[in-house]
T-cell receptor, first 112, second 113 residues
Framework: SQLAEENSWALSVHEGESVTVNCSYK?????LQWYRQKSGKGPAQLIL?????REKRNGRLRATLDTSSQSSSLSITATRCEDTAVYFC????????????FGKGTHLHVLP | EAAVTQSPRSKVAVTGGKVTLSCHQT?????MYWYRQDTGHGLRLIHY???????EKGDIPDGYKASRPSQENFSLILELASLSQTAVYFC????????????FGHGTKLSVL
């Protein structure tokens, strides 16, 4: 089973709306990362939130981390068509500090 | 911005043939990774390395070998390519151990026929 997993396979919103992608994970972690992958490109990190942090912002992006429920969310406000991408959460490997394990991703479609 | 370059960008291979995917980074990063991406599976870790001349198995190493001849270069080798290895392969690097930012290449699309 996945160590980290987004809760939705796909989401659609209209431009200008807000959207939230959720992630749950199974082990204690040092940090949780959110990545975005646009079509034909490699993933690019959006936010890294450490286990002692509850919230992190990056422009229109806001990530939260709840270690008690082992969950995280990534919210995007004022969405744009160029936000269309696959969003991944990623965490530590369960027994190996060198590993970064990705969820299966959420496909976000922002419609005009 | 950190740079990770993969070659080739795409490749068609025959079943049973040998395939080598190359990755080069100019970031002075110690840590390098090979991931495989398939629809419905996200990114899965194949091999990784934290120092030259040493590689470690990831979560799905079977059928793959890795080589790290220098800090900058990390190769993924399929000695006997199989149909099931058709996928997009991503190389990544990071400058810190553990759960830190990964810088990815553009990927190599491999089709095994």
């Amino acid at each position: 089973s996945q160590l980290a997993e987004e809760n939705s396979w796909a989401l659609s919103v209209h431009e200008g709306e807000s959207v939230t992608v959720n992630c749950s994970y199974k082990t204690s972690i040092t940090a949780l990362q959110w990545y975005r992958q646009k079509s034909g490109k490699g993933p690019a990190q959006l936010i890294l939130i450490r286990s002692n942090e509850r919230e992190k912002r990056n422009g229109r992006l806001r990530a939260t981390l709840d270690t008690s429920s082992q969950s995280s969310s990534l919210s995007i406000t004022a969405t744009r068509c160029e936000d269309t991408a696959v969003y991944f959460c990623a965490t530590d490997g369960d027994t190996n500090a060198y590993k970064v394990i990705f969820g299966k991703g959420t496909h976000l479609h922002v419609l005009p | 911005e950190a740079a990770v370059t993969q070659s080739p960008r795409s490749k068609v291979a025959v079943t049973g043939g040998k395939v080598t995917l190359s990755c080069h980074q100019t970031n002075n990063h110690d840590y390098m990774y090979w991931y495989r991406q398939d629809t419905g599976h996200g990114l899965r870790l194949i091999h990784y390395s934290y120092v030259a001349d040493s590689t470690e198995k990831g979560d799905i190493p079977d059928g793959y070998k890795a080589s790290r001849p220098s800090q900058e270069n990390f190769s993924l080798i399929l000695e006997l390519a199989s149909l099931s290895q058709t996928a997009v392969y991503f190389c990544a690097s990071s400058d810190l151990a553990g759960n830190e930012r990964l810088f990815f290449g553009h990927g190599t699309k491999l089709s095994v026929l």
